[in-house]
């Protein structure tokens, strides 16, 4: 007899889960903090960051809570740019990054990432408006400004603009909230960068070890001889360590970074995988600290950028800094195994899983 195999029913936690020892954490972490924000904020974190004509960019998530303190209300949260010659030495722009879209500036945009594409600077963000989470991208015009190109519909975070064209068109990386109550990544294409469609799965928490809650891409992939190379944070859940903060919130997520290898001409043909988590919240600026951090046990990247054999991975720690460390291309190489998903295309019906769609292991 055969048994079949529901890769949708919910996961065991994950347990005890560690630090890839190839991964050097810089020694002078944090890189930015609230401290280093010339207005009034709480929280400094989730930067994406860019090589851009030379020079170094940072484009950060702050927050502010009202007298300071993150056991109160949010009563602003927006971006913020930074510069840089070296990467780790960072000066902020004395004002906030302004979103113009149709004569009007927006407000609450927050979660990017920074994209080079054909020597134009484009911002990734999730503008939080009033009917919900509306992900986006902008072009850089100078300063602190920079032109909305698209403002997409309700509901998704994480979308990430790519860094070039496949055959001509371009793509991203987004993930959709949907009756599920595990959250994947998917891409989708355009010839305009308005217009997006053709989108499809391209990678299930059903497929990472080491995610039980969601996943989504953490910057722009990263071009490699072996293919696109994408960083990936993954969300797992235990009710053994639940904490509870001074405002009777309940937390019990714990965030961690994986990555994944596609292919050059087609990006939903996955080649390769972490079977465990690249980075994993640990030190005392990731981890322990309930009263100074949003949100504990969170390492959250936002930004890669190869320097020669070298990726600098740039990340949020417990929701409150942003931080960096690096990993040697080989070492990432021999992280990773050979992988293909469970399936090709989200389009299996609930039958379709009940027939054994998915495989069949043999029972002992």
Same mark, same amino acid.
């Given at each position: 007899m055969k048994n079949y195999i529901n890769p949708f029913l919910p996961k065991e936690p994950a347990g005890p889960l560690s630090s890839s020892p190839a991964v050097r954490r810089y020694a002078g972490n944090p890189l930015l903090t609230a401290e280093d924000v010339p207005w009034d904020c709480s929280l400094a974190f989730n930067a994406g960051v860019a090589k851009f004509r030379g020079k170094y960019y940072m484009a950060f998530r702050y927050d502010t809570f009202f007298e300071n303190d993150t056991n109160k209300s949010l009563i602003d949260s927006g971006a913020g740019l930074a510069e840089s010659e070296d990467g780790l030495h960072w000066t902020v722009h004395k004002k906030r990054i302004s979103f113009h879209w149709k004569g009007k500036c927006l407000g609450w945009v927050n979660d990017a990432r920074l994209t080079v594409l054909e020597d134009e600077l484009y911002l990734s963000f999730c503008f939080n408006s009033l009917h919900g989470e509306r992900p986006g991208f902008a072009r850089w015009t100078g300063g602190d400004d920079f032109e909305v190109v698209c403002l997409g519909i309700p509901a998704q975070r994480n979308m990430i603009l790519c860094g070039d064209r496949i055959d001509g068109k371009y793509w991203r990386l987004e993930r959709p909230v949907t009756h599920r109550n595990t959250y994947d990544i998917w891409a989708s294409y355009s010839t305009d960068l308005i217009h997006w469609g053709e989108a499809e799965l391209l990678l299930g928490v059903e497929d990472v070890p080491f995610a039980t809650f969601k996943i989504g891409a953490a910057a722009p992939p990263v071009v490699t001889d072996r293919g696109y190379l994408v960083f990936f944070h993954?969300?797992?859940?235990?009710?053994? &360590? #639940?904490?509870?903060?001074?405002?009777?919130?309940?937390?019990?997520?714990?965030? /961690?970074?994986?990555?994944?290898?596609?292919?050059?001409k087609n990006p939903f043909n996955i080649l390769a995988l972490t079977q465990k988590p690249?980075?994993?919240?640990?030190?005392?600026?990731?981890?322990?600290?309930?009263?100074?951090?949003? &949100? #504990?046990?969170?390492?959250?990247?936002?930004?890669?950028?190869?320097?020669?054999? /070298?990726?600098?991975?740039?990340?949020?720690?417990?929701d409150y800094s942003t931080c960096m460390a690096e990993i040697k291309l080989d070492d990432l190489w021999n992280e990773m195994t050979p992988y293909s998903r469970r399936t090709r295309e989200a389009i299996l019906s609930p039958n379709e899983l009940r027939n054994g769609y998915y495989g069949t292991v043999e029972k002992k």
């Open positions: 993954s969300v797992d859940n235990d009710p053994a &360590r #639940e904490i509870t903060y001074a405002n009777g919130t309940k937390w019990c997520s714990r965030y /961690t970074c994986g990555a994944l290898l596609l292919d050059k690249l980075l994993v919240p640990e030190t005392d600026y990731e981890t322990g600290n309930m009263e100074l951090f949003w &949100r #504990e046990n969170v390492v959250f990247p936002c930004g890669a950028i190869p320097e020669k054999d /070298t990726i600098r991975l740039y990340y949020g720690a417990g």
